[in-house]
C-alpha cells in the first residue's frame, strides 16, 4: 500500500518543491511508481515538470499547460471547486480526470492558480477532498509514493494535504539566522 508524504514549511523559498520533484524525480527513475500532487497555487512544481516532460518550447503560450492541461481542467483546483447550486452535487473527481503520465513511473496532479479562490471557503468538508480523491480512486494502491507539495501557507489546502498524509516532511534552509539561533539555544542550556 502507498504511502503519502507532504513536504511542508510555513517558510517560502526553503526548498519544498526542489525536493518534492527532486524526490518524486528519482524514486520513478529507480522503478517506484510515483504521483506528485501540487498543492501550491504557485504551481511551480508543475511548471517545472510539465516544462521538463512535455513542452518543446517552454516560452511559448501554446504550452501543454496552456493547451492540454487548462481547458480539461485536469489541475487540482477540480478537487476544491465550490458548489456553484443545488441541482450539482459535489463528486470526487476520478483519477482519469484530472491525472497526466510525465514519464514511466511518473505522473502529476497539476497545480493551479485558481486555488486561491478556494481558502475563503468556510465548507469545513473541504480538508477531506485530497484524502477523499486518493481514497475514492485507490491511488494507494496504484502508486507506492504519493508526493504533495504543499504552500508555505496554512489554507484550506494546506490543510487537506496533511489530512490525506501518512508523513511530513519538513524542508529547512541552513541560513546564518537559523545557525545563530542554535546557537543561542546551546548555549543557553
Same mark, same amino acid.
Given at each position: 500500500m502507498g504511502k503519502v508524504l507532504s513536504i511542508i514549511n510555513m517558510k517560502g523559498g526553503v526548498g519544498k518543491t526542489t525536493l518534492s520533484i527532486g524526490i518524486a524525480d528519482y524514486l520513478s527513475g529507480i522503478g517506484k511508481k510515483i504521483l506528485l500532487i501540487d498543492a501550491d497555487p504557485q504551481f511551480n512544481a508543475t511548471q517545472a515538470m510539465i516544462d521538463y516532460y512535455k513542452n518543446e518550447d517552454? /516560452?511559448? /503560450? /501554446?504550452?501543454?499547460?496552456?493547451? /492540454?492541461?487548462?481547458? &480539461?481542467?485536469?489541475?487540482?483546483?477540480?478537487?476544491?471547486?465550490? &458548489?456553484?447550486?443545488m441541482m450539482h452535487a459535489y463528486n470526487t473527481p476520478t483519477?482519469?480526470?484530472?491525472?497526466?503520465?510525465?514519464?514511466?513511473n511518473l505522473d502529476i496532479l497539476c497545480g493551479d492558480l485558481n486555488l486561491v479562490l478556494v481558502n475563503k471557503v468556510s465548507d469545513h468538508?473541504?480538508?477531506?477532498?485530497?484524502?477523499?480523491?486518493?481514497?475514492d480512486n485507490s491511488l494507494r494502491d496504484e502508486y507506492e509514493y504519493i508526493i504533495i507539495d504543499c504552500p508555505p501557507t496554512l489554507t484550506i489546502y494546506t490543510d487537506s494535504a496533511l489530512m490525506a498524509s501518512d508523513y511530513y516532511l519538513t524542508q529547512t534552509s541552513h541560513t546564518d539566522k537559523v545557525f545563530c539561533?542554535?546557537?543561542?539555544q546551546y548555549f543557553s542550556q
Open positions: 517552454c /516560452e511559448s /503560450e /501554446e504550452n501543454f499547460y496552456n493547451t /492540454e492541461v487548462l481547458p &480539461q481542467e485536469k489541475t487540482i483546483y477540480r478537487l476544491f471547486k465550490p &458548489q456553484v447550486d483519477a482519469n480526470e484530472l491525472i497526466i503520465n510525465l514519464k514511466d468538508t473541504f480538508v477531506r477532498r485530497i484524502r477523499n480523491f486518493i481514497d539561533t542554535l546557537k543561542i
